[in-house]
């Protein structure tokens, strides 16, 4: 549970971001509650430990995937992910969508743990996910079968499913032009959970 206090905390840090898209900085929050920057970070510290904020790539305080009213939340979309050959890409949030996690069988995400790719390329149209598409991916351990965003040997991204055959862990594309990837390092970033489809404009 989260104290008065914290509680105010994140209701700041929730409406700063929608209304400016970034997260507030502690000498902004410190400033509005008229307290200490150091009595800001020990609240900041402990709603991270609740899952509630996360600490940012500019260093900030803030929520990766901000709830909003009724049953929604704003998930945020982190850029391309190929479904194609791996390739090396920066995730950058370049939006948020307000939705229901329900539509993708999710009640309560944490804060962190809900979020969007961008599909580029055709690796992956037997499974219905075409280039251009919105994939819905949630942090959990796969399992065989799941269709992953996976970081290959450390250094390059892509979807595909995730199989296990003869002992070995392989990456497989849903087209039969694609062949199957066996990483010497891999890392699931993220099990897709569902797909939304954009027409081109």
Known sequence: MLTERQEEVLDFVRDYQRTHGVAPSTREIARTFQCSQPTVLKHLQSLARKTQVDKMADGKWGCKALQVQGHLFAAPVYGAIPAGLPAMQEQEPEETLAIDPAVFG???PRVGHFWFLRVTGDS???AHILDGDLVALVRRDPVPGDIIA???DETTTTLKRYVRES????????????????????????????????QPA
């Open 124 to 126: 992956m149209i037997g």
């Open 150 to 152: 996976a970081l290959v």
């Open 167 to 198: 002992g070995r862990i392989l990456l497989r594309a849903a087209n039969p032009r694609f062949p199957d990837l066996a990483p010497a390092r891999l890392e699931s970033q993220g099990v897709v959970v569902g797909v939304i489809r954009r």
């Open 106 to 108: 999710l009640r309560h």
